[in-house]
């Protein structure tokens, strides 16, 4: 397993692109839930965060993509707005141990 971070690493409601070895993640965190998911947008198979920072809305409920503002729920990765409507954000596994995060 490899460790991505402590959850402390990560603002609260925000969903933060990061690298790991080959992969590029987005690390989502609301409070104490975190949720991974590939950071690879279903429309063209670029990254979310071409401009940096957080792609989460203000209270964390929804990803936007930078690139061509399509909407994705945080909870699921569904787009629900803009080119990839109906495709989702492909999750990715971890474990959270001590508030340090594992992928899996
Ligand atoms: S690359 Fe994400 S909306 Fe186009």
């Known amino acids: 397993m490899s460790h991505i971070g402590n959850i402390e690493d990560f603002s609260d409601s925000s969903a933060t692109g990061i690298e790991s070895g080959q992969l590029r993640l987005l690390v989502l965190r609301r409070g104490s ?8 947008c279903p429309h063209t198979r670029e990254s979310l965060d071409p401009v940096g920072g957080s792609v989460a809305s203000p209270d964390g409920q929804l990803i936007h993509c930078q690139r061509h503002a399509a909407v994705f729920l945080a909870s699921t990765g569904e787009c629900i707005g803009g080119p990839c409507l109906g495709e989702s954000l492909v999750p990715v596994g971890f474990t959270l141990s001590n508030g340090d995060i594992y992928l899996d």
């Not at 839930?33 to 690879?40: E, G």
Request: cysteine-free; hydrophobic content about 50%.
């Open 33 to 40: 839930d975190i949720v991974i998911y590939q950071n690879i």
